[in-house]
């Protein structure tokens, strides 16, 4: 696209006029001033149209708009009322259907597969082998693809493949769609991370992200009374756990057209948004410093994410989620059952495990609460939440009092808040469209692989039960609070090198509202700071 503006870019309102001064207009004749106009209006629509078609669009090629505190109020609602919605929806579905087959393990499920210890854990990794295996691939068509109609898609998918899960009679069939489930839901997270960067700015992720991740643990607890009611259903020749698979893949069916028919692509194709709407949402993210999109793969970005010695950040939160996921991939696949190791029946089971279940809403959502209010906090606050899952697998470890255990249960699952901010990372550290896609699916790749290890350290014939489990989780806990701190001590100096040069080239004090939509990365852009 050829250059448009010579200086500055043109400040405009939200409606699209070029505010002038007196005295501009005594300087400038009438003809010059109508050709600025102009060239104002032909910028906007040939990058409104660049990015429909969602290519790169640059500084100089948009010009600046002035949007009121009210505008940008009235856009984030809007937003909000839509892209909430369907994200924690989507997010509670995907944890339910992913945790059915944890629901159905209380019952008969093991049985009448003819599943033994071993196959049991497998059946959990295999999940994440599909996910790992996928998420290249998927990742490249979340770049290539567009990225509401990928994802609803793959909603679509994942809904059908667990219903299937109903129909197995032992372990081989079971494994395949479990293998095939972890596929279609490999873009859900890192497409939602992404999806969430192009309509909010860096201090409005955080709290979003903690919104929908929370949901895992609303998802936990209407997967657990869904289940309940699931149980006590009796029909001739299908088993009271199918219907949990049927239930819920039949109903995350019917929520991928839903999805399809509302989530946007980018704020171009916002239906609910008016034209100038639309344009204040672009104007909004200006600050992010990071193209909305890009259809090209640059391979001097893929360089850049994957070696450390260029740029550590990427194999960095892929080392933190690692540590966070071992443990992940055990509690979550045997969350219930160690529960039920404590002496309770099925049903007991699912109804003792309902606080864990609000436990798990609390602590992502207060977790990214603080991290939206407080400046400066999101890594502290990884941190923070690592605190109470360390103590809740000493105790599981160390005693058998009953009180002890369920106290012990219930904070279990404080990690939550410090995956979801895991999760948030390549939205708001990480600029370059193909680089922070190639991050997204590094930090997907370690979460799939710890989900992967994790189940194999829970041995149920171990007295106390999964106490080598626990101790893995102990390790794993410990090691991801030092490699956090680290972490943000080199984003701390970083961050002090990049006001050093400003001062030098005298270009004065930060302004994080100011920004580009080019498609440079966080390395290139030496205005980039990174958030803490």
């Given at each position: 696209?050829?250059?448009?503006m010579?200086?500055?870019?043109?400040?405009v309102?939200?409606?699209?006029?070029?505010?002038i001064e007196?005295?501009?207009?005594?300087?400038?004749?009438t003809?010059?001033?109508?050709?600025?106009?102009e060239r104002v209006?032909?910028?906007r629509?040939?990058?409104?149209?660049e990015?429909?078609k969602?290519?790169?669009?640059?500084?100089?090629e948009?010009?600046i708009?002035?949007?009121t505190?009210e505008?940008?109020?009235?856009?984030?609602?809007?937003l909000?009322?839509v892209?909430l919605?369907?994200t924690m929806v989507?997010y509670?579905l995907?944890?339910?259907?992913?945790?059915?087959?944890?629901?159905a393990?209380?019952f008969?499920?093991?049985?009448d597969?003819?599943?033994?210890?071993?196959?049991?854990?497998?059946?959990?990794?295999?999940?994440?082998?599909g996910y790992?295996?996928f998420?290249f691939?998927g990742?490249?068509?979340?770049?290539?693809?567009?990225?509401?109609?990928?994802?609803?898609t793959?909603?679509?998918i994942?809904?059908?493949?667990?219903m299937?899960?109903?129909?197995?009679?032992?372990?081989a069939?079971a494994a395949?769609?479990?293998?095939l489930l972890?596929c279609?839901?490999?873009?859900?997270t890192?497409g939602f991370?992404?999806?969430i960067?192009?309509f909010?700015k860096?201090e409005?992720?955080?709290?979003?992200?903690?919104?929908?991740?929370?949901c895992?643990?609303l998802?936990s607890?209407?997967?657990?009374?869904?289940?309940y009611g699931m149980g006590?259903?009796?029909?001739?020749s299908v088993?009271p756990?199918?219907?949990?698979?049927?239930v819920n893949?039949?109903?995350?069916?019917?929520?991928?057209?839903i999805?399809?028919?509302?989530c946007?692509e980018?704020?171009q194709?916002c239906r609910?948004?008016t034209p100038h709407?639309?344009?204040i949402a672009l104007?909004?993210?200006?600050?992010n410093?990071?193209?909305?999109g890009?259809?090209e793969?640059?391979?001097?970005?893929?360089?850049?994410?994957?070696f450390?010695?260029i740029?550590?950040?990427g194999w960095a939160y892929?080392l933190?989620v690692f540590t966070i996921s071992?443990?992940n991939g055990?509690?979550?696949?045997?969350l219930h059952l160690?529960l039920?190791s404590?002496?309770?029946t099925a049903?007991q089971?699912i109804l003792?495990g309902?606080?864990?279940?609000?436990?798990q809403?609390?602590f992502?959502?207060?977790?990214?609460?603080i991290a939206?209010?407080?400046p400066q906090?999101?890594?502290?606050v990884?941190m923070?939440?690592?605190?109470?899952?360390?103590?809740?697998v000493i105790?599981?470890y160390?005693t058998r009092n009953s009180g002890?255990?369920?106290?012990?249960?219930y904070i279990l699952g404080?990690?939550v808040?410090?995956?979801?901010?895991c999760?948030?990372?390549?939205?708001?550290n990480v600029a370059?469209?193909t680089?922070k896609?190639?991050?997204?699916?590094?930090?997907f790749?370690a979460?799939?692989?710890?989900?992967i290890?994790?189940?194999h350290?829970f041995?149920?014939t171990?007295?106390?039960?999964?106490?080598?489990?626990?101790?893995?989780?102990i390790i794993?806990f410990?090691?991801?609070?030092?490699?956090?701190f680290a972490?943000?001590?080199?984003?701390?100096?970083?961050?002090?090198r990049?006001?050093?040069?400003?001062?030098?080239?005298?270009?004065g004090?930060y302004?994080e509202?100011?920004g580009?939509?080019?498609d440079?990365?966080d390395?290139e852009n030496?205005?980039f700071?990174?958030?803490?």
């Amino acid at each position: 696209m050829p250059q448009l503006m010579e200086e500055k870019p043109d400040i405009v309102s939200a409606d699209g006029t070029v505010p002038i001064e007196m005295n501009d207009l005594e300087s400038r004749g009438t003809g010059e001033k109508v050709q600025g106009l102009e060239r104002v209006e032909s910028a906007r629509s040939n990058v409104m149209d660049e990015l429909a078609k969602g290519e790169s669009v640059s500084y100089d090629e948009l010009p600046i708009i002035e949007v009121t505190p009210e505008e940008n109020r009235r856009v984030v609602r809007k937003l909000d009322l839509v892209l909430l919605p369907l994200t924690m929806v989507a997010y509670t579905l995907q944890y339910i259907d992913r945790s059915a087959m944890s629901y159905a393990a209380v019952f008969t499920f093991r049985k009448d597969l003819k599943l033994t210890p071993s196959d049991y854990s497998w059946l959990g990794s295999v999940f994440f082998f599909g996910y790992l295996f996928f998420e290249f691939p998927g990742s490249y068509l979340l770049q290539r693809l567009p990225l509401n109609k990928t994802m609803g898609t793959c909603i679509l998918i994942w809904g059908g493949l667990l219903m299937c899960m109903a129909a197995p009679t032992h372990f081989a069939p079971a494994a395949v769609i479990r293998t095939l489930l972890g596929c279609a839901e490999a873009l859900v997270t890192p497409g939602f991370v992404l999806l969430i960067s192009r309509f909010y700015k860096r201090e409005e992720q955080p709290l979003r992200v903690g919104l929908w991740y929370c949901c895992n643990g609303l998802g936990s607890f209407i997967g657990a009374l869904v289940s309940y009611g699931m149980g006590h259903v009796h029909v001739a020749s299908v088993r009271p756990w199918a219907w949990i698979f049927i239930v819920n893949g039949g109903v995350t069916v019917l929520f991928s057209l839903i999805f399809l028919w509302l989530c946007p692509e980018n704020p171009q194709t916002c239906r609910f948004l008016t034209p100038h709407e639309k344009r204040i949402a672009l104007e909004r993210v200006r600050g992010n410093k990071s193209s909305l999109g890009n259809k090209e793969v640059k391979w001097y970005q893929v360089k850049e994410a994957l070696f450390p010695w260029i740029d550590p950040q990427g194999w960095a939160y892929a080392l933190i989620v690692f540590t966070i996921s071992v443990p992940n991939g055990g509690i979550g696949n045997f969350l219930h059952l160690i529960l039920q190791s404590y002496g309770y029946t099925a049903f007991q089971t699912i109804l003792m495990g309902l606080p864990q279940a609000a436990m798990q809403v609390v602590f992502p959502l207060s977790g990214a609460y603080i991290a939206r209010k407080v400046p400066q906090a999101r890594l502290w606050v990884l941190m923070a939440y690592m605190l109470p899952s360390l103590v809740g697998v000493i105790i599981q470890y160390k005693t058998r009092n009953s009180g002890a255990l369920l106290f012990g249960y219930y904070i279990l699952g404080s990690y939550v808040a410090s995956l979801g901010i895991c999760f948030a990372a390549p939205g708001a550290n990480v600029a370059g469209y193909t680089k922070k896609v190639v991050v997204g699916a590094m930090v997907f790749i370690a979460y799939a692989t710890g989900n992967i290890v994790g189940p194999h350290f829970f041995i149920s014939t171990e007295v106390p039960a999964y106490k080598s489990g626990m101790f893995a989780c102990i390790i794993c806990f410990t090691i991801t609070i030092p490699m956090t701190f680290a972490l943000r001590l080199y984003y701390v100096r970083e961050n002090r090198r990049r006001d050093r040069l400003a001062e030098e080239r005298g270009e004065g004090a930060y302004d994080e509202t100011r920004g580009d939509f080019s498609d440079q990365t966080d390395l290139e852009n030496m205005s980039f700071r990174y958030a803490l």
